[in-house]
């Protein structure tokens, strides 16, 4: 139980950090395609071990929410584990898609990767919106700030996935989901004092 949580916790507060690189490398990189992905090659030290470290915080989190989902029977984590999971297809689409391929196939995978990513977390925030509307772990300040970014942040993603709003216009709500992301890491570490997940 002790290992799931730090995993939890450690992996939703370092991944903040892969968050603010990404909004920083994204505003840095060229718009038109071709240019895009042949910057990304230029900089693949850079991308690549980006998000090479961001699948690994990313299957930190998806463990720490497995084991809370087996534990708790709790339909929230039961979410949480399967957008996480989904998520995590992003990253071999993205690592294998854009170094060294010839446009169509860049264009390819990153169409693919966008969308996979956008679902994952559209059902990841479904999940927390449920798991923080039913919390009594939390103070009720953070308990309903918690509940209001979850829910405003799944919308977000839910309007980017029927394409009512594109990616770029999406990225905006960064700095709400680090936000998240810290409360989860917060959540993780008090569950270290309850005695049930």
């Known amino acids: 139980m002790k290992l799931a949580k730090v995993l939890w916790s450690l992996g939703s507060l370092l991944v903040n950090g892969t968050i603010i690189i990404y909004i920083i490398l994204s505003s840095k990189a060229p718009l038109a395609h071709e240019e895009r992905y042949a910057y990304i090659n230029e900089?693949?030290?850079?991308?690549?071990a980006h998000?090479?470290?961001?699948?690994f915080l990313m299957a930190m989190i998806a463990i720490g929410a497995f084991h809370f989902a087996v534990k708790s029977r709790k339909i929230?984590?039961?979410?949480?584990?399967?957008?996480?999971?989904?998520?995590?297809?992003?990253?071999p689409l993205m690592l294998g898609g854009y170094r060294n391929t010839p446009l169509e196939l860049a264009e390819m995978a990153n169409q693919m990767?966008?969308?996979?990513f956008i679902f994952g977390n559209l059902v990841f925030l479904s999940g927390l919106f449920l798991l923080y509307l039913k919390d009594r772990l939390l103070k009720r300040w953070l308990k309903y700030t918690?509940?209001?970014l979850s829910s405003c942040i799944a919308i977000?993603?839910?309007?980017?996935?029927?394409?009512?709003?594109?990616?770029k216009q999406a990225l905006m709500i960064g700095p709400l989901?680090?936000?998240?992301?810290?409360?989860n890491a917060y959540y993780g570490l008090k569950m270290e004092l309850e005695p049930a997940a």
């Not at 900089?43 to 690549?48: A, E, F, K």
């Not at 998000?51 to 699948?55: G, Q, S, V």
């Not at 929230?76 to 990253?91: A, C, D, K």
């Open 51 to 55: 998000w090479r470290l961001e699948l």
């Open 76 to 91: 929230s984590w039961s979410m949480i584990t399967t957008g996480q999971l989904i998520l995590l297809i992003t990253y």
């Open 156 to 167: 977000v993603f839910l309007i980017t996935f029927v394409e009512i709003i594109n990616w």
């Open 113 to 116: 990767a966008t969308i996979v």
């Open 177 to 183: 989901i680090n936000i998240l992301y810290l409360i």
């Open 43 to 48: 900089n693949w030290n850079i991308y690549g």
């Open 146 to 148: 918690a509940v209001v």
